[in-house]
């Protein structure tokens, strides 16, 4: 029916012809082109959430660097203090610093720290170190449990996988240019919701 009636728009916009083939072409045509719009549709509704995202479970659930990590709360002005406990991180900040006043010399607004730069990555003994505080885990935790909450989750307290899976899917949604605030919010409902992240909060099983 949705057929017929889009074809008969589409007849409206024929000139007016006596020439038999000319409307048989006219007609095929339009089939065409109606298949070709259902065969898009039958496409994008089997797409998944992920498949909007061009990500797997493993991109969601597989923990990223700790710089990544920090950074990402830095930018919500959640800091982790005991990082500067960490005689390795320190020295990087101290490095960067250095790095920062021989370029832009005591210009405090041209200034960067350590975790507003883009490509900054812990080495992977420094990012096991990170991971190990405490501090780390909670502050990415509570987080996590309010972002969750903010969209409808009435469950426990998250595990450490689960608020990982949740920075994943924030920080895969930043990437999109087009992204609208209703959809970002769908596809955390949608995460909240999978299986895998349900399977996150015991994953010895």
Known sequence: MHDQESLAKLQQSWPETTDYLRRVGQVNNDLAVLREISQRDEYEASLTWLDHLAVGVEDLTSRPNA??????????????????????????????????????????????HLLESPTSTFWESLDQKMWSLHELHVKLALWALETATSHGYEGPSLTLTQAVILLNVCRFLEQEPEQSPGWAAECLRSALSSDFFEKAANPTT
Not at 88 to 107: I, P, V
């Open 67 to 112: 710089a990544i990590v920090m950074r990402f709360l830095f930018a919500r002005q959640i800091v982790i203090r005991s990082a500067a406990e960490v005689p390795e991180y320190r020295e990087l900040q101290e490095a960067f610093d250095q790095e920062q006043t021989e370029e832009y010399g005591e210009d405090s607004s041209s200034r960067e």
